[in-house]
T-cell receptor, first 113, second 119 residues
């Protein structure tokens, strides 16, 4: 069966420090991968999506970047965190162009202090 | 303009009553899909139900059904016989297929409805 792993679950980082959040998928190949951010009390905002290795599309300009070094690995990074980067980050995957089985990871709650 | 609108920030419902969560959407894409997700306090996003724009019948999944009114661009979620465990945030989301340019762009979410089931 397909599973998605996301870590860490909680992170507190000082302003200006780097960030690396990792997401891996098991049980499927060539998934579409997504990073979403959810600000407190808000809906989810799509940050990045990827249809393959090293193929990353950014939805909004920001202080973050994403990479996909392997088929089932998706990494969210920042060189210098801002206070506004605080939020709940969710990784998700789907299969196929019209696949509707979006599956989300358990999320990372990031607090920048 | 918002693509997904959920007009109910919060709702209180008595246990065992039916609940309708509102969702309207805006798209000119003839091919799209509508989703409902549940987010409990733990933060995980749980897929509930899906409706395709060309589906003739309203989608149903157990106690969940989607009241799809295409002409009104409405996709309300109906939860029958609500339970205490239904208390959570509920998000409506949409994906446009034809205008996505062949890519795999993700879902567009509404701001959510916080549903609280009271005993």
């Amino acid at each position: 069966s397909q599973t998605i792993h996301q870590w860490p679950a909680t992170l507190v980082q000082p302003v200006g420090s780097p960030l690396s959040l990792e997401c891996t998928v098991e049980g499927t190949s060539n998934p579409n991968l997504y990073w979403y951010r959810q600000a407190a009390g808000r809906g989810l905002q799509l940050l990045f999506y990827s249809i393959g290795i090293d193929q990353i599309s950014s939805e909004v300009p920001q202080n973050l970047s994403a990479s996909r070094p392997q088929d089932r690995q998706f990494i969210l990074s920042s060189k210098k965190l801002l206070l506004s980067d605080s939020g709940f980050y969710l990784c998700a995957w789907s299969v196929g162009r019209q696949g509707y089985g979006y599956t989300f990871g358990s999320g990372t709650r990031l607090t920048v202090v | 303009a918002q693509k997904i609108t959920q007009t109910q920030p919060g709702m209180f419902v008595q246990e065992k009553e039916a609940v309708t969560l509102d969702c309207t959407y805006d798209t000119s894409d003839p091919s799209y899909g509508l989703f409902w997700y549940k987010q409990p306090s733990s933060g995980e996003m749980i897929f509930l139900i899906y409706q395709g724009s060309y589906d003739q019948q309203n989608a149903t999944e157990g106690r969940y059904s989607l009241n799809f009114q295409k002409a009104r661009k409405s996709a309300n979620l109906v939860i029958s016989a609500s339970q205490l465990g239904d208390s959570a945030m509920y998000f409506c989301a949409m994906r446009e297929f034809q205008y996505s340019g062949g890519g795999a762009d993700g879902l567009t979410f509404g701001k959510g409805t916080h549903l609280i089931i009271q005993p």
